[in-house]
């Protein structure tokens, strides 16, 4: 069982590249979310997804996209990169829409230059 | 919307020591507290929560309590040890009908004296 499968593990891009981060859960999950770790921030929301078919902004979603394939994937496209999004990138799952704890991913660790 | 503090963001203590982080938070229809431990360079992971219904909760050497009343919720561990060395986060979400979105504090760097 492998939970919250996040890649690519480590990226770096030059500004204006694109890139997509990939995430998958075989749990089951019906809710998705993707966040942005810098230090002394905490974990802030970029986009999440309640539900299969839905997808809703977060608390800092400018510059990215998102798309919830199915079920199992929910993607994090950035279009054109800023070295204000370097960072390190956390998909997580949970089994409801509240009062249920997360599965984090492993993290990617973005730089861009 | 909802807003949860933590305190302190970096605590030191040596092993056997009991450590404590507290956290507030602002809406008072919250009702479920998770907390995480982040290890240096991991993901983070789910170590304990407790729904307001409940005001303390324990497993093994980790507890949280809740003061509906005060706002506050903290973690409590015991016999503190090395590998307890992470960063906490606090987190606060609402029921249906409002913001089930966990808003997460900034985090506590705990550092624990061999």
């Known amino acids: 069982n492998a939970g919250v499968t996040q890649t690519p593990k480590f990226q770096v891009l030059k500004t204006g590249q694109s890139m997509t981060l990939q995430c998958a859960q075989d749990?089951?999950?019906?809710?998705m979310y993707w966040y942005r770790q810098d230090p002394g921030m905490g974990l802030r929301l970029i986009y999440y997804?309640?539900?299969?078919?839905?997808?809703d902004k977060g608390e800092v979603p400018n510059g990215y996209n998102v798309s919830r394939l199915n079920k199992r994937e929910f993607s994090l496209r950035l279009e054109s990169a800023a070295p204000s999004q370097t960072s390190v990138y956390f998909c997580?799952?949970?089994?409801?829409?509240?009062?249920?704890?997360?599965?984090f991913g492993s993290g990617t660790r973005l730089t861009v230059v | 919307g909802e807003n949860v503090e933590q305190h302190p963001s970096t605590l030191s203590v040596q092993e056997g020591d009991s450590a404590v982080i507290k956290c507030t938070y602002s809406?008072?229809?919250?009702?479920?507290f998770p907390w995480y431990k982040q290890e240096l360079g991991k993901r983070p992971q789910l170590i304990i929560d407790?729904?307001?219904?409940?005001g303390e909760k324990k497993d093994q050497r980790i507890a949280v309590t809740l003061n509906k009343t005060a706002k506050h919720f903290s973690l409590h561990i015991t016999e503190t040890q090395p590998e307890d060395s992470a960063v906490y986060f606090c987190a606060a979400s609402r029921a249906p009908g409002g913001s089930y979105i966990p808003t997460f504090g900034r985090g506590t760097s705990l550092i624990v004296h061999p």
């Open positions: 809406d008072s229809a919250s009702n479920y």
């Open positions: 407790i729904r307001s219904n409940v």
């Open positions: 749990m089951n999950h019906n809710s």
């Open positions: 997804s309640a539900s299969e078919g839905t997808t």
């Open positions: 997580a799952s949970s089994e409801g829409a509240w009062a249920t704890g997360y599965t």
